[in-house]
């Protein structure tokens, strides 16, 4: 595998052929803020938070899914890419119904971690309150629509590393539901193994183990590079 | 504590759709309130039953979503008569619990919660004065900022003791305010 050579934030920094930006930047020690991208799943580039700045070009890249080029000159955290990720941030808050204080995850929240991290004290634009259901017709988890950012790391879980692909999405744009098999109450589903991992990977309280609805239980999301690392060294045998 | 400025600062604290437990938290500051009273006025305030928010107030701490109309007339007030306003915890910054209810109908969930679905005294103002009026619910409970502009915005639920004073510590000698991370977080 080739070795090319890039700037960031006026660094000359080398990496690997195929890499994503996302890797190098965060392996140069730069701190860039993500929700949909987790180590050991696909890339989505769906959150947009770690758009970066390039030379050459006035679009803002997701360093999620563009692959490292010789001579690229990036920019991480310029003026405009830090106001527009508290924008985003702030965005996802308005769009649905994020009440911290009465929350599964409360202080434990990537989403509510983020705001705070981008010095996000309140939301600018209208909060739109859509009237959104909770799914707890399953016997071990719950699904609340209303704290779901839409990541698609629950999706990307269930269909990649459990393999049961019983998650996935519903609608467009702002509509967008997360769904269970063909849009039926999660209870029902005959495809779910009941395996936990989209509980473990969703970053706030839109998908939460019934057990744990009290509060004070930390997410495991890094367990997913265990899994897939037993799988792919045959580590367990049996 | 560093220096304070010579005269006292006047200080009100409002209550609007909250739980009141912005004002326990402003209480927990336990000893530092026997400092603190020695550079402030508490001016207006539910925990001194003041009953009418007065004029030239410095600053002014709200808790609360804005929720029904008395709130919102309130709200306008104390913008005019204040020099900083802040807004208090969570359901002031973002409508927090209160603003749960945004999705429904605000008419019929009061009908239904008090008064089993049918109407009661006090709910329709025809005909009645209007100190005998239950003060109307707005259709949706607001975060401060989306009725009047805010100065000072102080997240949590409630924010600590320790964001509360050093919050009204910076205000009360007009120094800027910058909260570190761990102190404005929501929830």
């Known amino acids: 595998m080739g070795v090319v050579t890039l700037t960031l934030n006026n660094q000359l920094i080398s990496a690997r052929e195929g890499q994503s930006l996302l890797e190098v930047i965060r392996e140069n020690g730069v701190d860039l803020p993500t929700l949909c991208h987790l180590d050991g799943l696909s890339e989505r580039g769906g959150c947009r938070l770690c758009v970066v700045e390039a030379e050459g070009t006035s679009r803002l890249l997701a360093a999620c899914v563009t692959p490292v080029q010789e001579g690229m000159n990036i920019r991480t955290h310029t003026e405009r890419l830090v106001r527009y990720r508290k924008m985003l941030v702030e965005l996802l808050l308005a769009e649905r119904t994020h009440v911290c204080s009465v929350c599964a995850v409360n202080g434990r ?125 045959r580590i367990w045998r049996w | 504590m560093t220096e304070f400025k010579n005269e006292k600062v006047s200080l009100a604290t409002v209550w609007l759709s909250g739980c009141s437990g912005c004002h326990m938290s402003f209480l927990d500051l336990d000893e530092h309130l026997l400092e603190l009273e020695k550079h402030v006025r508490l001016v207006f305030s539910p925990l001194a039953d003041h009953k009418r928010f007065p004029e030239g107030v410095d600053v002014v701490l709200v808790e609360g979503a804005v929720g029904n109309v008395e709130q919102l007339a309130l709200a306008r007030t104390l913008r005019e008569r204040s020099r900083v306003v802040v807004a208090l915890g969570d359901c002031a910054v973002t409508g927090n619990v209160p603003a749960l209810r945004n999705r429904l109908d605000s008419e019929a969930m009061v009908r239904t919660v008090y008064a089993g679905g049918m109407d009661f005294p006090g709910l329709d103002p025809a005909g009645l004065d209007e100190k005998e009026w239950v003060p109307r619910l707005l259709p949706s409970a607001l975060p401060l900022h989306r009725v009047v502009p805010v100065d000072v915005f102080l997240p949590g639920c409630p924010p600590g003791p320790q964001s509360i004073l050093a919050a009204v510590t910076a205000l009360v000698r007009g120094e800027p305010l910058v909260l570190p991370e761990a102190m404005r977080r929501f929830g």
């Open chain 1, 109 to 233: 929240c990537e989403l509510q971690a983020l705001a705070a991290r981008l010095g996000i004290d309140h939301v600018r634009y209208e909060p739109l309150h859509p009237d959104l259901p909770v799914d707890a017709s399953h016997g071990r988890f719950v699904l609340d629509h209303n704290r779901c950012i839409l990541c698609g790391r629950c999706v990307r879980a269930c269909d990649e590393v459990e393999g049961a692909h019983t998650l996935d999405f519903m609608g467009r744009g702002v509509q967008s539901r997360i769904i269970v098999d063909l849009d039926q109450p999660w209870g029902s589903s005959r495809s779910c193994t009941g395996c936990g991992k989209c509980v473990q990977v969703c970053p706030t309280g839109a998908i939460v183990a019934r057990e744990n609805i009290a509060g004070g239980v930390e997410k495991r999301p890094d367990f997913l590079l265990r899994i897939l690392e037993g799988r792919q060294k």
